[in-house]
């Protein structure tokens, strides 16, 4: 996958965790759910994007970092969501494996940028 691709992969998954946080309960658990999702989920193409114009291997390994904890909560809180009956797993199963699958990109990236010198 490129760069490119992944951006683009990023960015779609943003907007899908926002479509989904339109669809929560207007409830106290619904907007704090829905506040964490949309911060965690909305991080991870910005942090990407940061990650891409990253000075050094070693600044490329933190903002990657960051970005896989970011798609990482982003999976939590669509669990969560699902948990706490917000949200039917039916509703969610595609979006938490495309949360659960970038984790596993970006962990990859990292311990492939681990290997080698920038």
Known sequence: MTQDELKRRTK???LRIINLVETCPKTFLGRHVGGQLIRSGTSVPANYRAACRAKSNADFIAKMGTVEEEADESSFWIEF???AKLVSLDRVANLLDEANQLVAI???SINTARGRKR
């Open 12 to 14: 779609e998954f943003a």
């Open 106 to 108: 970006f962990v990859t």
């Open 81 to 83: 969501a699902v948990d």
